[in-house]
T-cell receptor
């Protein structure tokens, strides 16, 4: 079965650079979520989109922005990178309101290292 | 207050034994969902099992079952006949409320690292 695809899998950036993370949800999934997992931490919710509109927002820094496109893929843009942004970034997708359980299926993650 | 509490940072279990991973939660919302995810050392987050607050029966998925005790606000994961491939970090997570715009995020516990011993 098709899963959530994230690219790139690994990314190395310097401080103050920008990074773009991409997420391709499971087919028919119209809801996308972004989470950040620091080393040894649990995942923290950043932002979500339903039908291309931002639907929920967590502790996402102002330096980060995201959007969902017409084909439902999503991109997380990160600017002025800081050392503390080094983390594993997950994208998840779900059927949203079309499924009572609304199970979020995660991609393999993008491991961002800021040097 | 922590919304999800996992009190076992690490567990060691003999292969083929059953294992219970503890999870307690805190919410005043009558509608919520509880999830368990597995994170192997490779890093991906794998969905295991779901329990809705209104579900009358405990959820089961193959070797995984969820011991849901609503009055005690606990949702323990039980893995039967453990295998070496079960070695991983396990996270309990909760979504408060039913699905609604702006109410979808999962809140995770700190996880339990399970190691299966041959």
């Amino acid at each position: 079965a098709a899963g959530v695809i994230q690219s790139p899998r690994h990314l190395i950036k310097e401080k103050r650079e920008t990074a773009t993370l991409k997420c391709y949800p499971i087919p028919r999934h119209d809801t996308v979520y972004w989470y950040q997992q620091g080393p040894g931490q649990d995942p923290q919710f950043l932002i979500s989109f339903y039908e291309k509109m931002q639907s929920d927002k967590g502790s996402i820094p102002d330096r980060f922005s995201a959007q969902q496109f017409s084909d439902y893929h999503s991109e997380l843009n990160m600017s002025s990178l800081e050392l503390g942004d080094s983390a594993l970034y997950f994208c998840a997708s779900s059927l949203g309101p079309r499924e009572a359980k609304n199970i979020q299926y995660f991609g393999a993650g993008t491991r961002l290292s800021v040097l | 207050a922590q919304k999800i509490t996992q009190t076992q940072p690490g567990m060691f279990v003999q292969e083929k034994e059953a294992v219970t991973l503890d999870c307690t939660y805190d919410t005043s919302d009558p509608s919520y969902g509880l999830f368990w995810y597995k994170q192997p050392s490779s890093g991906e987050m794998i969905f295991l099992i779901y329990q809705g607050s209104y579900d009358q029966q405990n959820a089961t998925e193959g070797r995984y079952s969820l011991n849901f005790q609503k009055a005690r606000k606990s949702a323990n994961l039980v893995i039967s006949a453990s295998q070496l491939g079960d070695s991983a970090m396990y996270f309990c997570a909760m979504r408060e409320g039913g699905w609604s715009f702006g109410n979808e995020k999962l809140t995770f516990g700190t996880g339990t690292r399970l190691t299966i011993i041959p």
